[in-house]
């Protein structure tokens, strides 16, 4: 893949040397020992200096390249979430930093929000579109890549007006395109390898896809026993009903109970007992099954 426009400069090379316009600003001998807390600091200031530069010169290379160093963790951040694809992990750091210098271009100081925060969906959609571009099986120009999504929206309108799959020859009206443009990208397609271009791992080192994937609820047989329920407890008689409308709805102890029914907790918890022991036999005995 071609190099990112820091390779050969200062990034992940050596760096040029300071110019002498910029003697006010702080040497960094290893940008390895600049903890996050200076990092945002040193930003700050190199952000605040670069929009008094002249764009092109030296001294706004040198101060560009420094911020592209100091927030360099940022793209090791966002690339360690796509870990475990094919691509080299290199790979994805460089086009990450491509994303990186976008966004030092186009930070504002003056909007008074982290640089991090604004920096990190531009470096993550970088990399996003490195994955769209290169998920082809073959090599195929970007004129048929950009053809296959002009069909795959116009096959959906279509076939929803239509009501039926549209005919290369419609698709190519819908599109102001000849017949034959159609078909070589339908042809095109073929080659098209569909995968996701989300993040294989989330912060937590878990994949995102696993927390979209359904799962048995432990709460279907909590429901299932109710249902079954409902109809039991409706024939027991209205004092029973309520002593379990006030324990299980009402949350109250027995003591409690007893207090808003006039009888003792001792009666209550007796009560208690002997309804929920006969519902729970009425509960085996319609599943046809045995008690434990």
Not at 143 to 148: C, V
Request: charged share 30%.
């Amino acid at each position: 893949m071609p190099s990112s426009p820091t390779r050969g400069s200062d990034v992940g090379g050596t760096r040029p040397d300071r110019p002498a316009a910029l003697g006010d600003l702080p040497e960094i001998p290893d940008f390895r020992t600049v903890s996050a807390l200076d990092a945002r600091a040193l930003s700050l200031a190199l952000f605040r200096r670069l929009r008094t530069l002249e764009e092109g010169s030296a001294e706004y290379s040198y101060v560009r390249n420094t911020l592209v160093e100091l927030n360099l963790s940022l793209v090791k951040y966002a690339a360690a979430r796509f870990r475990g694809r094919s691509e080299p992990m290199e790979d994805i750091v460089q086009v990450g930093t491509v994303g990186l210098i976008k966004a030092i271009n186009r930070f504002d100081v003056e909007r008074e929000i982290e640089f991090t925060s604004f920096a990190l969906p531009t470096v993550v959609g970088e990399v996003k579109r490195f994955f769209r571009d290169t998920s082809w099986a073959v090599h195929v120009p970007r004129r048929l890549q950009e053809l296959r999504l002009d069909l795959a929206k116009a096959y959906d309108v279509l076939e929803q007006d239509l009501g039926r799959a549209p005919t290369p020859a419609e698709l190519a009206t819908h599109l102001d395109l000849t017949e034959g443009e159609v078909l070589e990208g339908q042809q095109a397609a073929n080659g098209y390898v569909a995968r996701s271009i989300e993040p294989l791992q989330d912060d937590e080192g878990t994949s995102p896809l696993a927390g979209r994937l359904g799962d048995e609820d432990p709460a279907l047989h909590v429901v299932e026993c109710l249902e079954c329920l409902k109809p039991l407890i409706a024939r027991l008689p209205e004092r029973e009903r309520a002593i379990l409308a006030l324990r299980f709805g009402d949350d109250l102890t027995q003591a409690e109970i007893g207090e808003r029914l006039g009888i003792s907790q001792m009666h209550v918890s007796r009560l208690l007992t002997r309804v929920l022991a006969e519902l729970r036999a009425a509960l085996l005995a319609d599943e046809g099954g045995q008690e434990p």
